[in-house]
């Protein structure tokens, strides 16, 4: 029988998973993210052989060395930013992820976010709780159609793949994208055109929307001068990474309107937001759930599981990050 150690409660069916199978599971009882000595202390407590953390857990070298006797430690999440790769390989710790489950669901919720800001949604849902409707009008919240408009992709991995499929297919939008390299099934499939640099991109679209991994090359990807180059009309749409974009740069142009608007699921600094964002009216914020469905958790819960479960068999876990 291995031990495990569950930094916070996840959907019950990735426990269950493991317990069926002997192992013996401990799960932190605090309803919320363990700091960096609150996580020390609990590996230390048992000698564990695999740890499941979230992306919201800092794994770097000391919390290796709190658990030594763990050589997995598998991410409830598709990105692994929150966990020092490079200290990992060092002590032959193996990383796994839980990638491809939440490609559709995130993609869904991106364009609940384009069409919330685009439509004011949410404006006209705090419009009417406060009374203020007063019957129909013909100037009354006036929104922006997405047919025939021109959706800039930035990032042409699984999921802006699926933003693209959805705003091309269902809602007659053009497609035009930038990557690393070219992808000729996005070009293909969504008759998509490719840019070779954002700023290309950024100038030309209606609404961009952004899906890169956060990187050293792309934080901030989305600056000041960046932002200057959209149109003035144009809506940005972040479901991606928070430091992909600068907040206190996107707060200066929704206020001076040099960008009608803007919908984000993530933040920079997460929970906190850059001041005077939540004030704005131009803005859909949602509290990072993208990926937020019963379905889609329950899944990342069962890989998750199913990785350590694979690693302790004394298997390859399919989703090793390398």
Known sequence: MSKVYVTRKIPEVGIKMLQDAG???????????????????????????AVLCLLTDQINGEIFDAAPSAKIFANYAVGYNNIDIKEAKKRGVTITNTPGVLTNTVAEHTMALMLSITRRVTEGDKFTREGKYKGWAPELLLGTDLKGKTLGVLGAGRIG??????????????????????????????????????????????????????????????????????????????????????????????????????????????????????????????????????DTRGKMSEIAAQNILDFLAGGIPENIIK
């Open 161 to 294: 793949y699926r933003v693209g499929y959805h705003a091309h297919k269902g809602f007659d939008m053009n497609i035009i994208y930038y990557d690393i390299k070219q992808n000729e099934h996005f070009e293909k499939d969504l008759s998509a055109k490719f840019y070779d640099t954002p700023e290309a991109v950024l100038k030309e679209a209606d609404v961009v929307t952004i899906h890169v991994p956060l990187l050293p090359s792309t934080r901030h990807l989305i600056n000041k001068e960046r932002l200057a180059m959209m149109k003035k009309g144009a809506y940005l749409i972040n479901s991606s990474r928070g430091p992909v974009v600068d907040e206190f740069a996107l707060v200066d142009a929704l206020k001076s309107g040099k960008i009608k608007g803007a919908s984000i699921d993530v933040f920079e600094k997460e929970p906190e937001l850059a001041p005077g964002l939540a004030e704005l009216p131009n803005v859909v914020i949602t509290p990072h759930i993208a990926s937020a469905t019963e």
């Open 23 to 49: 192992h013996e599971v401990d799960v932190s009882a605090k309803d919320g993210v363990l700091t960096k000595e609150e996580l020390t202390t609990e590996l230390k407590k048992k000698e564990y052989d």
